[in-house]
């Protein structure tokens, strides 16, 4: 397999561990506050990374990286989970999947702004397609009566949590390219760890809440989605460009419904099926390469005179 489509794959499995913590997180959100469940998930993110980043390579941070990759962590693993974690105290799980799936969009944005990565139709026009086709799996389950008035906090909170993922993905790939990516998931987690442990101090959140044990499950398996699929979304911003990287967070939504729908034991619908194939088309003309048409030549040109 070449590097391009490894690092395609470990982006994809970001996007379906994202789906998987979606569904645990909603079972458990309203037991726990958000940066209670925000640093249960981290913690034990930062656990699973702890065996393999003692038996690897142990590069050594600048001063500068890595007080640059800390504060990366700080808005990645904690102020992003935080905020998506109190907007699904207020919004289904859809509505959030749908609107975090954006992200795709926004950091192509702000790629192109700053000059990271090249303008082209083919991507614009997949991550779109991608999109519409969660809009179309989600819009069956929206709510007839629309928005309240009262849900405008939690929208601002996840179009927070969007943006600051598509900047961040944009800024870890410096840092990804000069550091192997294990390591560094370790340092950003550990930040995000800690800040998050003062939050719940100084917010009088429990660090470990009263929970039964099929909601101590969720928490384990939102963990271990956390510490495997960060460590390949930082592994893959390495590789491929940012834009292409977060494109597979068309997968999540997606992945969520399917879950959810093996919960409650139902066939998938013709919407789901339809809404994965248009996904999955998407992705393909995002992540396809733009083509190189032939310049014809002025002598050419002159010979067929």
Known sequence: MRADGKASSAAAI?????GVAMVSTRAVSSHASPPTL???RYLI???VLVVPVLCGPRPRFTLKDALAIVVLGVFQFALLIVLINEALRT???AICALVFST???FTMIFAIMVGREVFRWTKLAGLTLAVCGIALLLAASASPGGAHPSTAPAFAALFGATLIG???SIMYRPYVQRYPALPTSALAMTAAVVFLAVWCVVASQPLVPGLTVSQWANVGVIGLSSGIGYFCL???LARIDASRVVAFQALGPVTAAAIELFIARRPPSMTLLVSIAIVVMGLEL???EAPHWPRRSGTGRAARR
């Open 286 to 288: 995002a992540l396809s």
């Open 38 to 40: 925000a640093f249960l």
């Open 234 to 236: 930082l592994w893959a």
């Open 103 to 105: 992200m795709p969009l």
């Open 45 to 47: 993110g930062t656990l």
């Open 91 to 93: 919004l289904s799980a």
């Open 166 to 168: 598509a900047v961040c």
């Open 14 to 18: 970001t996007g379906v561990l994202v």
